[in-house]
C-alpha cells in the first residue's frame, strides 16, 4: 500500500502559494499571465488544502488599501425623476410632449426606450486607448470613491475593451442572487451585500459581483439603442432593453411586475423608460440634475408594515436555534406573509424589538420574507429563551446565535441522520423519509440506519415494499465507505470531506490512527489550526461509541486507493448529461474510482454526451491520452465493475 507522507501536501501547498503569488503580482501590474478563471481555480486548489494561507488572506491589491481616495467625477453622475404608478409616469410622458412641443419636436413618447433598473450601486469606469484606468462609484453624484482596485475583481468589468477606445462607462454593481446563494448564504438583501463588499479595503468577495452598463460617454452616438449596442461590441454586458412607444412601456412594466421580474437572477426596483433619440434628450434637457426625458418607473414596494404579534424559537437540525417573528398577515408580492424571519438571537436585540411592534417586513424574489426594521415601538424589548423549545435542555450562545447542544434533541438526530445520508450520497432519502424514522423510533444514529429491515420502511405512511427495498439496496450500494467520507459524514462541526482528506493524506490513514491523534498533531495539519484541531479531536472523542457502532453494524471505513474495482482510475463528467451528475459521481466513488474536475495528464477517463463533438475539452483529453466516453459506455464500464469479483476492500 503507499502510504501518503505528510511532505508531499506540503510541497504541493508551497508550490501553489508561489505560483499564485506570481500571477497576482502581474495582475496588478497590469499584465496578467493567467485568465481570472484559471487563477479562481488555483486559489480554490490552495484553498482545498490550505484554507488559512496567507496568500488567500491577501486579496486587494499588493500595498493594503486603508481608505479609499475621493474622486471627481469628470461628468457628474445624475439622478432620475421617479413615477410609483401608471398615473405618474403618463404624467411624465404627457410633460415631455408638452415641452417637446415647445422646442418642435414631435412624437417623443412614441420613441421611448425602456431598460431595467438594476438595484444596485453606480459606477463609473474610465478606459484609456481601451485600459481600465479608474473607477469611481457614485458617491454624491459629484464626488465618489475611486475603488479602482475593487472593481477589476468584478465579474464583468474587462480589463480591456475590444477596441482601444477612450471613454467612461456607467453602469450598476450588482449581486446576481444566484451568487449571493453560494457566496454569501447567510445575507438576505444582495444590495446592502454588494454595497459594503464594493468597499471592503481587503477586496475579498469582490469576485463574487458584477457589473451591467447602461450608458458611455465620449463617442457621439444618436440613441440609445445605439449606445447598448456599442457597449456590448466593447465587451461590456447590458441589462435586458427595448425600444418601444408609450403604450409599449407601460405594457412591459406589466409583465415585469407580473412574472418577468421574478425569474431574473438580480434584483430590480423598477424599469428606466428615457426618450431614445439621443437629440431629444439634449433638447429636454435638465432640472436640479435630474433628466427631463428619463424617469424611473418604478415597481410596487416589497416591503409593508405590520404588526408582530410573537416569536417563536426553532430549533434546527444542526442545533441552531433561530427567531422567527409572527406577523399580522400581510399581502407581498403575491403572497400571504405570516412569518418572518429574525435571523439570530443578537438581531433581536439589535432591531430592539418586542411583541406589539409595528415592524416593516419585506420579501424580495424567492428569498423568504423578513424583518427588516422597526418601525413603531410598542411592546417591551423580546427576550431569547433560555432553554430548548424541542428538548427543554439549556441553550449555549455561539456567536451571534443560540445552540442546543443535547446530542439527543430530536430536532438534532433529524439533522445529523440528514447529515450522514448527504455525505454519503443516498439520493432518495429525504427529508420526509428521515422525519418518519426517527418519529417512529426507527433510527437514533446513523448506525441505526444499516439494522433497518425492508418491513420496518414499508410500514411507514406513503411508503411500501418496493420504495424500501430501493433505498435499502443504494445504502448498500454505498460502502464500502472510504475513510474520509466515513468521517465527514459523523457531522463534526466544522469537520468536513476537504478536512478529512487533508487528515488522510497526512497519514492518519486508518480509523485507529484518527481516533489515536492527538490534538497538538492535529492542529499541526495544513489549514487546520489550534482552533479547528481541538474541535476535530474532541469530536472524534465524543462520537467514540458511535463509531464503534457503524463499525459493528457493518460500515468499516476503507482506505479508497485500495477499494473497489475502479481503484486508480479517474473521470471527470463535462456537460449535460442524461442522469444527474451527482448521481454519476457517486457511481464512480462506489466503485473506488477517483474523481477529478478537469482535464489533466492523470485523467483516464472523459464522459459526455458526445464524444465525437470536438469540443475543447475532448481535444485536449485526446493530446493526453484520456478516453472520451458518451454516458452508456460509462455505465457499461460500471456494470462491468461491479459483476467483476470484488477486490478484497483492505480495512482501513
Ligand atoms: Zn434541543
Known amino acids: 500500500m503507499k502510504k501518503p507522507t505528510a511532505a508531499s501536501p506540503a510541497k504541493t501547498i508551497a508550490a501553489l502559494a508561489k505560483q499564485l503569488r506570481t500571477y497576482k503580482d502581474a495582475y496588478y501590474n497590469a499584465t496578467p499571465l493567467v485568465s481570472d478563471a484559471a487563477y479562481d481555480a488555483l486559489e480554490d486548489q490552495l484553498r482545498a488544502l490550505a484554507p488559512d494561507h496567507e496568500v488567500l488572506q491577501s486579496v486587494g491589491s499588493p500595498a493594503a488599501v486603508t481608505a479609499w481616495a475621493k474622486a471627481r467625477h469628470a461628468i457628474p453622475m445624475g439622478s432620475l425623476n421617479k413615477a410609483v404608478d401608471e398615473g405618474e409616469f403618463r404624467a411624465w410622458a404627457a410633460r415631455c410632449d408638452e415641452l417637446g412641443a415647445k422646442a418642435k419636436l414631435t412624437g417623443i413618447t412614441n420613441n421611448l426606450f425602456v431598460t431595467e433598473k438594476l438595484d444596485g450601486l453606480s459606477l463609473a469606469v474610465t478606459y484609456d486607448k481601451g485600459k481600465l484606468t479608474d473607477a469611481i462609484t457614485r458617491g454624491d453624484g459629484e464626488i465618489g470613491e475611486r475603488i479602482t482596485s475593487n472593481a477589476r475583481r468584478m465579474k464583468g468589468v474587462p480589463h480591456q475593451l ?49 457589473v451591467l452598463f447602461y450608458d458611455l460617454e465620449g463617442e457621439e452616438l444618436s440613441d440609445e439603442s445605439k449606445k447598448f449596442k456599442r457597449l456590448t461590441a466593447l465587451g461590456l454586458s447590458v441589462p435586458n432593453s427595448k425600444a418601444t412607444n408609450l403604450a409599449g412601456a407601460i405594457a412591459l412594466h406589466q409583465e415585469y411586475a407580473k412574472s418577468r421580474r421574478a425569474k431574473l437572477d438580480y434584483e430590480i426596483d423598477g424599469l428606466v423608460v428615457r426618450a431614445h433619440d439621443v437629440h431629444v434628450q439634449h433638447m429636454l434637457g435638465e432640472l436640479g440634475n435630474r433628466p427631463r426625458a428619463a424617469v424611473a418607473f418604478k415597481f410596487a414596494s416589497q416591503a409593508k408594515v405590520t404588526t408582530l404579534i410573537d416569536i417563536i424559537w426553532d430549533t434546527g437540525s444542526s442545533g441552531r436555534v433561530s427567531p422567527i417573528g409572527v406577523v399580522e398577515p400581510v399581502e407581498l408580492a403575491g403572497a400571504t406573509v405570516r412569518r418572518a424571519s429574525l435571523h439570530n438571537a443578537s438581531n433581536i436585540a439589535e432591531l430592539g424589538i418586542g411583541i406589539g411592534d409595528k415592524v416593516l417586513v419585506s420579501r424580495r424574489n424567492d428569498v423568504i420574507p423578513y424583518i427588516e426594521e422597526v418601525v413603531t415601538k410598542k411592546g417591551k424589548l423580546a427576550k431569547p429563551p433560555t432553554t430548548c423549545g424541542v428538548c427543554k435542555s439549556k441553550l449555549d450562545k455561539v456567536g451571534e446565535y443560540l445552540a442546543c447542544r443535547n446530542r439527543e434533541c430530536p430536532a438534532l438526530v433529524e439533522g445529523r441522520i440528514q447529515n ?7 439520493l432518495d432519502w429525504g427529508e420526509k423519509l428521515i422525519t ?3 418519529e417512529a423510533k426507527l433510527v437514533r444514529e446513523p448506525a441505526d440506519l444499516y439494522k433497518l429491515e425492508p418491513e420496518q420502511i414499508a410500514k411507514l405512511e406513503r411508503r411500501g415494499m418496493v420504495i424500501a427495498q430501493k433505498v435499502l439496496a443504494q445504502l448498500r450500494a454505498t460502502l ?39 490534538e497538538a498533531e492535529l492542529a499541526g495539519l495544513p489549514g487546520v489550526g489550534r482552533a479547528k484541531g481541538k474541535a ?38 463535462t456537460g449535460a448529461l442524461a442522469r444527474p451528475r451527482k448521481e454519476l459521481e457517486q457511481l464512480v466513488e462506489s466503485c473506488g474510482g477517483t474523481l ?52 478484497k476492500a483492505k480495512r482501513a
Not at 476535530?536 to 457503524?550: N, P, V
Not at 457493518?554 to 479517474?570: E, I, W
Not at 483516464?604 to 483529453?621: E, H, I, T
Request: contains cysteine.
Open 420 to 426: 450522514w445520508v448527504d455525505a454519503i450520497g443516498v
Open 596 to 647: 477529478l474536475s478537469g482535464v489533466t495528464k492523470e485523467l483516464n477517463y472523459l464522459v459526455m454526451a458526445d464524444p465525437a463533438s470536438g469540443s475543447s475539452k475532448s481535444q485536449k483529453a485526446k493530446q493526453y491520452g484520456t478516453e472520451c466516453l458518451d454516458e452508456a459506455a460509462f455505465l457499461a464500464i460500471i456494470e462491468r465493475a461491479r459483476r467483476a469479483k470484488p477486490t
Open 162 to 210: 475590444k477596441s482601444p477606445v477612450s471613454v467612461t462607462v456607467r453602469g450598476e454593481i450588482i449581486l446576481k442572487l444566484s451568487d449571493l446563494k453560494k457566496a454569501f448564504p447567510g445575507a438576505a438583501n444582495p444590495r446592502n451585500q454588494a454595497s459594503g463588499t464594493s468597499k471592503r479595503f481587503d477586496g475579498a468577495g469582490c469576485e463574487h459581483l458584477s
Open 436 to 438: 418518519q424514522l426517527v
Open 480 to 518: 464500502p465507505l472510504s475513510l474520509p467520507k466515513f468521517l465527514a459524514a459523523l457531522g463534526i462541526e466544522n469537520f468536513g470531506l476537504q478536512s478529512a482528506k487533508t487528515l488522510v493524506a497526512a497519514g492518519f490513514d486508518s480509523i485507529e490512527k484518527v481516533q489515536a491523534a492527538k
Open 536 to 573: 476535530i479531536a474532541d469530536g472524534i472523542q465524543q462520537r467514540k461509541a458511535e463509531i464503534a457502532r457503524l463499525i459493528a453494524a457493518g460500515v468499516v471505513p476503507v482506505n479508497k486507493a485500495n477499494a473497489g474495482p475502479l481503484a486508480g482510475r479517474t473521470f471527470c463528467f
